[in-house]
């Protein structure tokens, strides 16, 4: 199943895409707490506006090198993404003065948390997975050569959440200006995503609609205004997003 979030007259509503039928069915609740009830109203794919799938409730929580080969969870580098980070789908990228040293994409697979997770066992932590999506975990530095990554419109989320399945199959691509500049398969993370969401869980407590991300494979271009970014991962869909200066 993928779930969408979409921007219509009554404001931000969920909606359930029915590939059958090319249209969006929408949901009278969050999905996430209220289940999959729907309203009756079908919006077609082709007049949809696409918002972020999930606004975190309290954070992202991301792994740094975490994926060269042999890497284990102790090696790992921690850090947090705050929920003003969150844009959607064609929501500009936004480049900062201060960001000297150049701003990156970093396409990645996101863990949506389904439920309140505190040092949860590896051997549970899947329990903890409302689905999947795709996030783009831009990085700038500064003129200290130091990586920041809290900046607003850095976390670029969609352009869906994928439930019911095995994202172990999955291949990352990212574009800039329709060029492949990076690839790699879900199956290449050194470090499960049981393992990640259980380490996660240790670092600090997991809230419904809180994301794992699940880190990055190769170091992206150099990001400049007028680009556009695509981060896809078949089986989610391609989360595109233009380049601006701030």
Not at 120 to 134: C, H, K, L, N, S
Not at 173 to 185: I, S
Not at 193 to 210: K, Q, R, Y
Request: with cysteine.
């Amino acid at each position: 199943m993928k779930i969408a979030r979409l921007s219509l007259e009554q404001g931000p509503r969920y909606a359930v895409l029915d590939e059958a039928a090319d249209d969006y069915i929408v949901l009278k609740d969050d999905p996430l707490f209220a289940g999959m009830t729907p309203t009756g109203q079908r919006i077609p794919v082709q007049d949809a506006v696409l918002l972020s799938p999930m606004i975190p409730r309290s954070k992202a929580l991301g792994f740094a090198q975490a994926t060269a080969p042999g890497t284990r969870p102790e090696d790992v580098l921690y850090f947090v993404k705050p929920n003003t980070a969150v844009c959607g789908p064609n929501d500009p990228i936004l480049i900062p003065e201060w960001a000297k040293g150049g701003v990156h994409p970093e396409c990645e697979l996101a863990v949506v948390i389904g439920r309140l997770v505190k040092d949860v066992p590896v051997e549970r932590a899947m329990q903890a997975v409302f689905g999947y999506t795709v996030v783009n975990d831009v990085t700038g530095r500064d003129t200290f050569n130091g990586a920041h990554k809290l900046y607003d419109t850095w976390l670029p989320v969609g352009p869906h959440i994928v439930t019911d399945t095995d994202p172990s199959d999955f291949t990352l691509t990212t574009r800039v200006n329709g060029e492949e500049v990076a690839t790699a398969k879900v199956a290449d993370y050194p470090i499960s995503i049981a393992e990640s969401i259980s380490v996660a869980s240790h670092l600090c407590t997991l809230l419904p609609g809180d994301m794992v991300l699940l880190g990055t494979f190769a170091t992206q271009p150099v990001l400049k205004p007028g680009d556009e970014v695509e981060c896809n991962i078949d089986g989610i869909g391609t989360l595109r997003n233009p380049v601006m200066k701030a």
